[in-house]
């Protein structure tokens, strides 16, 4: 089969995304692809807002409960395993729908992603005692005359990228831009794909669902899932990255006594509020095709949507 089809469906937190794609495949034969830095961790499930068991044994989901709270997980692995579940779902003849609000997934299914080497902590300290003695300006000068191309892409003040694009043609001899050309990784390019994006312009909507949802989640038990998590992993801390996700970090720190009952549910909904800002943000700047109800009225969302799939599957 030539260009097999894809749909990724993106969207930012709280808008609706899972229940459009189980609505859709009472049309559809889809299987859904998790495309959420939170689902893939085990026993995540309140906070992460995961789909229940009983939805999931509606659709075959992939990518969730792939990995302990205490594993961490790369843009690169997502990568490999998003390609092998979406050709897997090919081969069966259904349709893949890739659904989430990790954005950086989301851009390296579209744009693909370039393998540099791995960080040398002797080089990095060495660049660091550069930036001291020389500050930011200066070494985004080096940069410039290591590569050009890079240089220009990159703020003057932004100290950690200009440290890491020189530490990547030190080690390279190359410039950073050549390497990344070099060792570049296609995403989706073998496949068709149509990706929407739902980028709400009612910030104050989005910012009541948050807050409905947060207390929800905390009505469900969100903080004995936290003592779950601490129980049946005894290594786990604050520094892993799951318990890094929005709410998880609130719902620690709470646990820690670091903060107050009232002050976690308002740092809970605040930071669940930036990441939707971010990921909104984010979505409208990518080459996606922008899906937009003031209201967010399920029913409009969602035959917005069928209509632009069915359509872009008949041709």
Not at 73 to 85: E, G, H, P, R, T
Request: hydrophobic share 40%; proline share 4%; glycine share 4%.
């Amino acid at each position: 089969m030539n260009n097999p089809k894809v749909i990724l469906l993106a969207g930012p937190t709280a808008v609706g995304k899972t229940n459009i794609a189980l609505d859709l495949a009472s049309k559809l034969p889809i299987e859904i692809v998790n495309v959420d830095s939170a689902l893939i961790y085990k026993y995540l499930d309140i906070g992460s807002a995961k789909p229940s068991h009983s939805e999931m044994s509606r659709i075959p989901h992939h990518l969730i409960d792939i990995i302990s709270p205490l594993e961490n997980y790369s843009v690169m692995q997502f990568l490999n395993d998003c390609k092998s579940a979406v050709a897997d779902i090919i081969s069966r003849g259904n349709l893949p729908i890739l659904v989430g609000g990790t954005m950086m997934y989301y851009n390296v299914l579209i744009n693909g992603i370039s393998l540099l080497p791995e960080a040398d902590h002797e080089l990095r300290s060495i660049i660091e005692k550069e930036f001291i003695k020389d500050g930011s300006i200066a070494m985004h000068a080096k940069l410039h005359a290591l590569d050009p191309i890079t240089a220009n892409k990159i703020n003057p003040n932004d100290k950690q990228r200009i440290g890491r694009a020189i530490e990547v043609c030190l080690l390279t001899g190359k410039p950073k831009s050549l390497v990344e050309k070099e060792n570049h990784i296609d995403g989706l390019a073998s496949n068709s794909y149509l990706s929407l994006a739902i980028s709400p312009s009612n910030r104050e909507l989005i910012h009541e669902r948050i807050n409905k949802r947060f207390d929800m989640m905390l009505e469900n038990g969100f903080i004995d899932e936290v003592l779950n998590l601490q129980k049946i992993y005894p290594d786990l801390t604050s520094n892993h990255n799951s318990m890094r996700c929005v709410g998880y970090r609130q719902v620690w720190d709470y646990l820690s006594g670091n903060t107050l009952y009232s002050e976690m549910v308002e740092q809970g909904k605040a930071a669940t509020r930036q990441l939707a800002k971010r990921q909104i943000t984010w979505l409208r700047s990518m080459d996606m095709l922008q899906v937009d109800d003031y209201n967010l009225d399920h029913e409009n969302l969602y035959l917005n949507i069928y209509n632009k799939i069915r359509k872009f599957l008949e041709n």
